[in-house]
């Protein structure tokens, strides 16, 4: 009655993981066995192959038996299933083709008899492979090979803790870009469309929303929570602890994972959502460099250097030049004197390293901003104290990583502010002493919902 009320053959399914190791283990002893004899003072232990290449046989037969027990579980990878199952079996035979040879039932000339052996020998590494695989996932035997090694073989993850996350945080979700990520690491070798252990798949959301074969893995339970949860927080040493190999979830991560759970698990939830605790915030910041605000485009984008004898010109024309930082090729340029259309056009040598440029009380017209409108990164303009007009603003539109924009002291007014709109990075908008007057704050708020528009 006891035997019917559980599931006896999975119950010896379980011990294939121990039998295995026996045919493995007498088919190379028998093998190395074989190649020693064949020198004459070792040709004694050729009375040993009929009984090695027998236990290997029945070895092989057990751990064949227990494995197809073993697959009804459920949550393999088929494909990596079909060749262990099938390779397993190709074993067993060539075992047993061994000892009918050895132990004179069957006849095999000598070199049959030693490519069937390296025959063996192969398939058996090749059977081992995909049981590997299907114990530890579809990467396991590279985890820790060279970097050349994983590009030769097709593995290119060489660093799986890579986060490639949006400029802006706007688009930054907890879900999407910091938990799966955690997941693709460390769960999904195991739990995925085409190896589901436990009927679990956290390779896509809608995976995980279906749960496994215990149920709702995120749904809050009276004894242990969310079992998700439940299980990547167990003693180490627990049976059911998750995951079984390689790093266990970090603090950080689980704090993330339960911050998700406890607020109803919102996919759609960005780092810049204001309703974020402080707690959160600091954590996403101190282990993923994020912020509520979005990173610089100087920080994100690397470009070529500018050459030096073009930069030495235009020194000697009057511009001071200096690198942003050390480890950058951008460039922040100023001038100090009055300027003329001529002069500002020799920038447009080094466009593309132009990020910061300071123009202000040079007597710079409208007119001449038509040579920065493909100064396609620069982040920050300083404009300011200079006649330009409305029309002038008109150059400055398609600047889209502009991040800051100082026309304090010119002649614009609120009109012209309309060809700004687009520039949906610009942080900073410093429009003091001009035509704009303060009672267009509001209106200016809708129109630069992420800037700071400054009129004093």
């Not at 057990?62 to 579980?73: F, K, N, Q, W, Y």
């Not at 402080?278 to 954590?283: A, D, K, N, W």
């Not at 004197?337 to 040598?349: E, I, N, R, T, W």
Request: aromatic share 10%; with cysteine.
């Amino acid at each position: 009655m006891i035997l019917l009320q559980s599931d006896f053959g999975l119950f010896i399914g379980r011990f294939h993981a121990l039998i295995v190791h026996l045919p493995i283990g007498f088919l190379l002893l028998g093998s190395i066995f074989y190649l020693v004899s064949k020198r004459e003072k070792w040709h004694f232990l050729q009375k040993a192959l009929p009984l090695t290449f027998l236990l290997s046989t029945v070895g092989a037969i057990l751990a064949v038996t227990m494995g197809l027990l073993l697959a009804r579980e459920g949550g393999y990878g088929e494909q990596t299933l079909f060749w262990h199952r099938n390779l397993g079996i190709a074993t067993a035979l060539l075992s047993g083709i061994f000892y009918l040879h050895f132990s004179g039932r069957l006849k095999l000339p000598q070199p049959i008899t030693d490519w069937g052996l390296l025959a063996g020998f192969v398939v058996l590494s090749i059977t081992g492979h995909f049981g590997g695989q299907l114990t530890h996932g579809q990467d396991y035997l590279l985890d820790y090979a060279p970097a050349i090694v994983k590009k030769t073989l097709g593995n290119q993850n060489t660093n799986k803790q890579e986060f490639d996350f949006p400029m802006n945080p706007d688009s930054v979700f907890i879900y999407q870009h910091i938990i799966q990520s955690i997941f693709d690491e460390k769960c999904v070798n195991c739990h995925n469309a085409n190896q589901t252990r436990g009927g679990l798949n956290l390779a896509s959301t809608e995976g995980l929303l279906a749960g496994g074969d215990h149920g709702d893995i995120l749904e809050n339970k009276q004894e242990v929570g969310s079992l998700l949860l439940h299980r990547v927080t167990l003693a180490s040493n627990d049976a059911k602890f998750m995951p079984p190999k390689g790093l266990p979830l970090y603090y950080a991560e689980i704090r993330l994972l339960d911050y998700l759970i406890n607020q109803g698990y919102s996919f759609e939830q960005s780092i810049s959502d204001e309703n974020i605790p402080q707690e959160i915030r600091q954590l996403i910041k101190k282990n993923y460099g994020l912020t509520s605000q979005a990173r610089s485009f100087v920080e994100l984008k690397q470009v070529p250097a500018a050459d030096p004898e073009k930069i030495q010109s235009l020194i000697t024309a009057g511009f001071t030049i200096k690198k942003l930082s050390q480890n950058s090729n951008f460039l922040e340029v100023s001038y100090r004197d009055s300027m003329d259309c001529a002069q500002l056009k020799k920038l447009g040598s080094i466009q593309s390293q132009i990020s910061w440029l300071n123009l202000s009380q040079i007597g710079l017209s409208s007119d001449c901003l038509e040579h920065l409108k493909d100064f396609s990164n620069l982040t920050r303009l300083k404009i300011a104290y200079n006649p330009i007009d409305n029309e002038g603003l008109s150059f400055l539109k398609d600047l889209k990583h502009l991040e800051s924009l100082n026309l304090y002291g010119t002649l614009i007014d609120e009109s012209g502010l309309s060809y700004l709109e687009g520039l949906d990075r610009l942080q900073y908008l410093y429009l003091g002493q001009t035509k704009v007057d303060s009672s267009a704050m509001e209106q200016l708020k809708v129109k630069f919902p992420i800037a700071d528009v400054l009129l004093d």
